[in-house]
């Protein structure tokens, strides 16, 4: 009699043999390891933390074995880049392979968040929108509207976002509504046509469905249903699921927010209530303003606040009530039977009701909560302290998770990553409610493993640790950095992805590099704060002698192989900037608890983007080169061993002389290759 297990194990094998021929690829051993390991986890419903290099083919891996147990799951990435990937070139190349194989249909779908699709309510409304005024101002932005209604009207429009022409953002929003400001689809006159729920729809027949992390989150903190019912949870890019999971649910005050809530509610409600709720706003906009003001002229810096300023609590604390009033107005009057007019109000009491919710959390913050105001904004914030239980409550405890990530390990453990998502328990208390808890499926019932890279990383690359350069200071590279990096890149013939951890740092380097490299001629491509990553690199990829200068957008998910990229240099070890008001809070925390906030929180996130930083080196099976860190304390300190083990294995050196010679002559080899 066989093995049920085995059984499924052989037709995983198969149909991942099936996938790989289809997309015309080789059997990696670490692409088999895992795919069977997920194929227990969907079995056995127990979680897996999967640590799978670059060059695995880790979504194949995860995709084939979810296909051939049948289970419903749901792709959360934290890159629009890999959302694409899946959608765009993994799952319709494997498609037809694994409908022969599995002897079945197939069918996968892209969810997202309503602001990502377009409100055919709000674009055909009668009367004109707060969001909508704006519009009236520039013919260009009309232009844009123009543009964007007649896209929305063609056959087969989707509605997406990412599929519609390029208009001002500007635009976007002023036809588009959150998904506390939905009227929803029973009481829209468009809800038969709504994009958001036509996608909703096709997502909830299909197998495969592929979301965003930030989406997730939400529906976990929350607790509500926003995506499709799953039987199982896939997280890509897991070491980035738990800095989304916080950003999703920061709450954000400013005079921006609540004066836009108030014209809603005085354009579309017109009574005392609104009337008050807009003299309340204000109020609370000269007050920000002021405080901005007084913490600029005394040189305060911005950061982490205990409480609120006691000069902003009483008008917070207006706006409290008087949007509390204009959303029972709206919860008092029943008589609206106006399709526009209940959407209208829909969008009002969507818009207050987050006002008042974030006023009422801003005035008691919790010792669990962390408060901060950014006066380049004028915006106050407030994120949770850790996220990590309500991880394990609404997410661990549903339904099996596959997390993974090319980097999941600090220093070869993954007690950090298990910890920060909830796979371990972190205090006495979650460990004492253990018991107490009906689990669907056991939080700590999770395997761990690291699957390896195909990649021959000591052979095809080089690791230059410089020991004899200074110590980083707060100002950004010392001078002694930014000769050494000229002098390896002239060494490289350009080629080089030069990583910094500050805009002053990519600045000081632009301007030296420009000097000293004039001669050769060198394109250097300097990023700028808003600039497209995605040109950026395409740029980079298409010049093979060009340089990329880039701050931390550029350290992850950048993939150029061949000789465009033989070298990637590094200013500094990437610490959280001390003035981060969510990570010195929990490095506060872990030290007040007789940790250590340095080791359990800031070196653990240093080493993982570290790694990922490492990780643009190799990228494929014939790429070679080298990675500079140019911060001697990796070799100087003791925690420099932590973040070498976290590192693909590259054959070390501090000797200059070595890597310069052997850039010039990868550069020797590829110039002459292009001829």
């Not at 009481?187 to 997730?216: M, R, W, Y």
Request: one cysteine or more; aromatic letters at 4%; a negative charge.
């Amino acid at each position: 009699m066989s093995n049920p297990t085995d059984d499924i194990q052989a037709r995983v094998r198969s149909a991942l043999d099936a996938a790989v021929e289809a997309i015309g690829g080789q059997p990696r051993a670490g692409q088999i390891e895992m795919a069977e390991a997920v194929a227990n986890a969907l079995t056995d419903r127990h979680h897996l933390l999967v640590q799978a290099g670059t060059g695995t083919g880790k979504s194949l891996a995860y995709l084939v074995p979810a296909l051939v147990h049948g289970k419903k799951v749901l792709v959360a990435t934290a890159t629009l880049a890999l959302q694409r990937q899946l959608v765009e070139r993994d799952l319709p190349r494997i498609k037809a392979a694994l409908e022969t194989e599995l002897k079945r249909t197939i069918s996968f779908a892209v969810y997202k968040g309503k602001g990502n699709y377009l409100c055919l309510q709000k674009m055909n409304a009668s009367g004109s929108d707060p969001d909508g005024e704006i519009l009236l101002e520039t013919s260009a932005l009309e232009k844009d509207s123009k543009k964007l209604r007649e896209w929305a009207q063609k056959s087969g429009s989707s509605g997406d976002r990412d599929d519609a022409p390029e208009v001002d953002r500007r635009v976007w929003y002023a036809n588009s509504v959150s998904g506390r400001e939905c009227v929803g689809a029973d009481d829209c006159p468009f809800g038969t046509q709504c994009f958001s729920v036509i996608a909703k729809e096709k997502a909830a027949k299909a197998d495969v469905v592929v979301t965003n992390h930030t989406l997730l989150a939400i529906e976990i903190v929350d607790n509500h249903p926003i995506l499709p019912e799953r039987d199982a949870v896939i997280l890509d890019e897991a070491h980035e699921f738990m800095d989304r999971t916080t950003q999703a649910v920061t709450e954000e005050l400013s005079a921006s927010r609540i004066e836009r809530a108030a014209k809603m509610a005085k354009k579309h409600l017109p009574s005392k209530e609104s009337d008050a709720f807009n003299k309340a706003a204000d109020e609370l906009a000269e007050a920000i303003g002021d405080y901005a003001e007084d913490l600029k002229r005394s040189g305060g810096l911005a950061g982490r606040l205990e409480i609120l300023p006691a000069e902003l609590e009483a008008p917070i604390r207006k706006v409290r009530e008087t949007s509390q009033a204009v959303v029972a107005l709206i919860n008092a009057d029943s008589d609206v039977v106006d399709s526009d007019s209940v959407a209208e109000r829909a969008r009002v009491k969507g818009a207050t009701n987050e006002v008042t919710q974030t006023a009422v959390k801003m005035l008691k913050p919790g010792h669990t909560q962390v408060l901060w105001f950014d006066p380049t904004f004028s915006t106050f914030y407030l994120a949770p302290l850790a996220v990590s239980s309500v991880l394990r409550k609404n997410l661990l405890s549903g339904t099996p998770v596959i997390a993974t990530s090319a980097t999941l390990s600090v220093g070869k453990s993954f007690d950090s990553i298990a910890k920060s998502i909830g796979f371990l328990s972190t205090t006495a208390a979650e460990e004492s409610d253990e018991e107490s808890q009906p689990w669907g499926v056991d939080p700590s019932n999770v395997q761990m493993l690291d699957v390896g890279s195909p990649f021959d990383f000591a052979n095809q690359g080089m690791l230059y640790l410089p020991k004899h350069l200074p110590e980083p200071g707060r100002d950004g590279p010392a001078k002694e950095a930014l000769v050494e990096l000229g002098e390896l890149i002239e060494a490289a013939g350009g080629r080089t992805l030069a990583l910094f951890s500050s805009w002053r740092g990519v600045e000081m380097a632009d301007a030296h590099l420009r000097s000293v490299l004039a001669e050769l001629k060198l394109p250097i491509i300097t990023q700028r704060k808003g600039d497209s990553v995605g040109s950026l690199v395409e740029r980079f990829a298409k010049e093979p002698t060009s340089i990329l200068l880039g701050t931390i957008s550029l350290w992850q998910g950048i993939d150029v192989p061949g000789p465009a990229c033989t070298l990637v240099a590094i200013d500094r070890i990437p610490f959280p900037r001390p003035d981060d008001p969510v990570m010195s809070a929990r490095a506060a925390e872990a030290d007040a608890t007789g940790g250590s906030g340095f080791m359990q929180v800031s070196l653990p996130r240093a080493a993982l983007l570290l790694a990922q930083g490492t990780g643009r080196l190799i990228r494929s099976m014939d790429d070679r080169g080298v990675v500079a860190i140019l911060d001697s304390r990796i070799v100087t300190k003791r925690y420099g061993s932590v973040l070498l083990n976290s590192m693909p294995p590259f054959w070390r050196t501090s000797d200059g002389k070595i890597i310069k010679e052997s850039l010039q002559r990868l550069d020797k080899e590829f110039s002459q290759s292009l001829k």
